[in-house]
């Protein structure tokens, strides 16, 4: 994805207040491999429930505020997250709300989906399969996660901003 500044992502909520904007921690954008990178995911280690999610739709940096469910998945069991598909143990993925833009989300509207609880999925999908006889390449592999996720994440924060 293209580099995103602090700027680009304060502007970027669509479902939040001004005022919770001002109050999102930003991650470390110095250490982030834009390149690598589908969209920009964190959590709020100072509100253990949210996390953020941003992306670009076109030239236009979109993102969304997530609520976890203090609800967790019965433990033992494996788990998909909605986003990149990766099965995984149930606590490494979380179902997270999020409110929908404008008036819809201040009616209480939300949108569920189950996510990489660390909201890091473009890390998890470029773990390289093994190289095996009949099976596709493993980077052409990562980049078939990779448009998947991409295409999963644009549905996702669209549907949040779909005000009807
Ligand atoms: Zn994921």
Redesign the pocket.
């Known amino acids: 994805m293209k580099a995103l500044s602090e700027t680009d992502i304060r502007a970027s909520f669509v479902n939040a207040t001004k005022g919770e904007i001002a109050r999102i921690p930003l991650p470390g954008l110095h250490e982030v491999l834009w390149s690598d990178r589908e969209y920009l995911g964190w959590r709020d280690h100072g509100a253990p429930l949210r996390g953020y999610l941003v992306h670009w739709v076109d030239d236009r940096p979109v993102g969304v505020v997530l609520r976890a469910s203090s609800v967790s998945m019965r433990p033992g069991i494996s788990a998909m997250?909605s986003?990149?598909r990766?099965p995984q143990p149930s606590d490494q993925v979380t179902l997270f709300s999020a409110a929908r833009a404008g008036e819809s989300g201040r009616n209480g509207n939300s949108v569920g989906t189950y996510?990489?609880a660390d909201l890091a999925?473009s890390l998890?999908i470029r773990i390289t399969p093994p190289k095996l006889p009949m099976q596709p390449d493993p980077a052409e592999i990562v980049a078939r996660r990779a448009q998947g996720l991409l295409d999963r994440v644009n549905n996702f924060t669209a549907d949040v901003m779909k005000t009807a």
Do not use: E, F, S, Y
Request: overall charge neutral; some cysteine; hydrophobic content about 40%.
């Open positions: 997250c986003l990149c990766t996510i990489c999925c998890i």
